[in-house]
């Protein structure tokens, strides 16, 4: 087996991070500098894949590849979710890659907060849920109250010196009341630079 280079390291730690990328979601994080992106891509992939150091679903197009061992099913039905969740990823590095970005945050025990991401971009911390579902509003108030829990707590002191804003990238306005958290719902990125100010990112009475 040959040695891993840099560019090696970080294909499989992103797919370690991210948990599943397809090829085209691959070459845009580490593929671009290339004059040739895809063609280097699949060469570069096809090698990882023979050598065992990643693993690959080829009944989809493009193909799916996956950290080895894997952590989920090739067949997962969280497969779109995840993706979703690197799509978000590549979106935000278009403006400034984020200083940190952890999928699937569990600072409590079972029952806690579970973010799909906590990150750290722009000089701020977000708790951020990319839902491709639709919630009853019952389930948001809950989502309220594991947040409130979780402020009480004050185990979100040793992830960041403010509380993180709530960040809800959704197709569908939610109307629930944060108050007294920040939060703000978007449908995409580029939505929330209006809520962003020098200081902070603006209380949910304005931006909702």
């Not at 294909?11 to 085209?24: A, H, P, Q």
């Not at 497969?79 to 952890?102: G, K, M, N, S, V």
């Amino acid at each position: 087996m040959k040695m891993m280079n840099n560019r090696d390291k970080a294909i499989t730690e992103s797919l370690k991070k991210f948990r599943v990328l397809n090829r085209d979601q691959l070459i845009k994080l580490h593929f671009l500098q290339n004059k040739t992106p895809h063609v280097v891509a699949n060469r570069v992939l096809k090698r990882l894949v023979d050598n065992n150091l990643i693993e690959v679903d080829k009944t989809t197009r493009p193909y799916n590849y996956f950290p080895s061992p894997r952590s989920i099913k090739k067949d997962s039905t969280k497969i779109p979710h995840f993706r979703a969740i690197a799509d978000f990823y590549i979106t935000l590095c278009a403006y400034e890659t984020p200083t940190l970005f952890e999928v699937e945050f569990k600072p409590l025990a079972k029952g806690g907060i579970e973010p799909d991401v906590f990150m750290k971009w722009k000089g701020f911390a977000f708790c951020v849920e990319v839902q491709r579902s639709i919630y009853s509003k019952k389930q948001m108030e809950n989502k309220k109250k594991l947040y409130m829990n979780y402020k009480d707590s004050d185990e979100w002191k040793h992830h960041s010196k403010r509380f993180p804003a709530i960040w809800i990238i959704t197709d569908k306005y939610y109307d629930v009341d944060f108050k007294p958290l920040y939060a703000v719902q978007t449908k995409d990125v580029d939505g929330i630079f209006k809520y962003l100010t020098p200081q902070k990112p603006v209380n949910i009475s304005k931006a909702l």
